[in-house]
């Protein structure tokens, strides 16, 4: 009959003596069965001696049989059930001391206290130790998982002989069982916790080592560095999951978002959908604004449909001229659209992340009514504010551009009209007056290729000809 032990420095396999030993196999197997030794660590661990586990306190005073865990009942041994320890069976170990001893290496055998036991066992880890014969019941052999035990005979332990680093049975799984369940015997449906590596003993807080975490003293600064960011990392994630900041600790940054930035303050995001659509399909593509003035803060956001034509984007226009800036192309870290997602599915109070203000703005109408869609589903007074100042905004903005180009075209008039007066006086004949003949003010206005009074009030008063 076998049992497999997952431990966290490997596997272990046992063979049981069942017909040698019924009672401490049988109070094993049941043990095992009901989860008992799940996450027990090896408290007692002697080099080229033995590997002592099977107290769930981790202290080496504790621990019970399954009998104890079995009512008296007529018919059943008063020896054995309703009792925390049961009789060992050393008497049967001296009748067959050829083939339960512990003269060989990974010899399993129940640790024998006053002539009884519990649940404590152990494993031998060297040959030749006859001198715990008849001190301590042997009921197995270890016949896979040498290399394990010899990963746990090396450990790192205490002046006690407790290892610095947790070595703990992270499941117990019997293979094969040759006796029935008691009646009365409760087997759990799942495994217990894991139990943290501090452990109390007497008052005294005694730091252990995690048997996942790992030392760190003989690995260089800069990986020692790096591992402690990382915790950080997993620590703070944790804590965003807990409160509700994140769908999971474990969260990634999507792969088919890029982030572009040092833009030019005019590029506008229809520009950027344009330029990078012939890489493929775009679902959004948004330049993020000052939520206040409305001014591009000069970085984007682009989603395509499929991973590898953001991919392509990416190595095609990082670095690339447009509006007379050098962008940079980079794949997004943000993860504020998957948790947009998350809240929207979860709660279904919140605005979509899909629907965007500033994506597509097609028209002015299409604009204001996004806005207003806005205003209602958050109803705060920012986003009213906000629906009321920006198209202000834009119309001042359009306001400015045709006063600039009114301007440019005065001038433009201005300088042609200079030139049809310089081009006049030079065919003027030289006899006549210098000072130029005025026309009635009721004069046709049409008469001539420039407007007079424009021109009176932009020439000089007199021209001198020499």
């Known amino acids: 009959m076998s049992v497999l032990f997952e431990t966290s420095l490997g596997d272990l396999v046992v063979d049981l003596e069942v017909e040698l030993c019924p009672r401490t196999c049988e109070n094993f197997l049941k043990l095992c069965k009901t989860y008992y030794y799940n996450f027990c660590s090896f408290f007692n661990v002697q080099k080229d001696f033995i590997a002592q586990t099977g107290d769930p306190t981790d202290l080496g005073t504790g621990g019970e049989s399954i009998y104890a865990r079995l009512e008296r009942a007529e018919g059943r041994d008063p020896e054995y059930y309703g009792k925390r320890y049961f009789p ?39 040959d030749g130790l006859n001198e715990l014969d008849s001190k301590h019941v042997v009921f197995g052999r270890l016949v896979e998982g040498l290399d394990t035990l010899e990963k746990i005979n090396e450990v790192l332990v205490d002046d006690q002989g407790r290892p610095l680093r947790d070595i703990r049975l992270r499941h117990v799984i019997v293979l094969d069982d040759p006796f029935p369940d008691p009646s009365g015997l409760t087997i759990p449906s799942q495994s217990p916790i894991e139990p943290p590596a501090h452990q109390h003993e007497e008052g005294k807080k005694i730091l252990r080592v995690g048997d996942d975490e790992e030392l760190d003293e003989e690995q260089d600064p800069e990986v020692v560095e790096e591992r402690r960011r990382e915790r950080e990392a997993r620590a703070q994630a944790l804590t965003l999951e807990m409160v509700g900041d994140l769908p999971f600790a474990e969260v990634s940054p999507p792969e088919n978002i890029l982030f572009v930035c040092k833009l030019n303050a005019i590029t506008r995001s229809e520009d950027l959908e344009l330029i990078f659509s012939r890489f493929g399909t775009i679902l959004s593509c948004q330049v993020i604004t000052d939520p206040k003035t409305g001014d591009s803060l000069q970085y984007a956001f682009i989603e395509f449909l499929e991973q590898e034509d953001a991919e392509r984007a990416y190595f095609k226009m990082d670095g690339v001229l447009i509006d007379d800036r050098r962008i940079h192309v980079d794949f997004s870290q943000s993860v504020s659209k998957l948790h947009s997602d998350w809240v929207y599915k979860r709660t279904g109070k919140r605005q979509h992340p899909d629907h965007h203000p500033n994506k597509n703005p097609s028209s002015r109408t299409a604009r204001d009514s996004k806005y207003e869609r806005a205003s209602k589903d958050h109803g705060g007074s920012d986003h009213r504010r906000r629906q009321e100042d920006h198209p202000r905004q834009e119309d001042r903005r359009r306001h400015d551009e045709r006063r600039h180009d009114e301007r440019r075209h005065d001038e433009r008039r201005h300088d042609d009209r200079r030139h049809d007066d310089r081009r006049q006086d030079d065919h003027r004949p030289h006899g006549s007056s210098s000072r130029p003949t005025r026309r009635p003010q009721d004069s046709n206005p049409h008469g001539s290729r420039h407007d007079h009074s424009r021109r009176r009030s932009r020439s000089p008063a007199t021209r001198t000809h020499r």
Do not use: I, P, Y
């Open 88 to 126: 060992s069976e050393l008497g049967v170990q001296k009748g067959n001391q050829k083939w339960l001893n512990h003269g060989r290496r990974g010899t399993l055998s129940m640790a024998v206290a006053e002539g009884k036991c519990g649940s404590q066992f152990f494993l031998t880890l060297v």
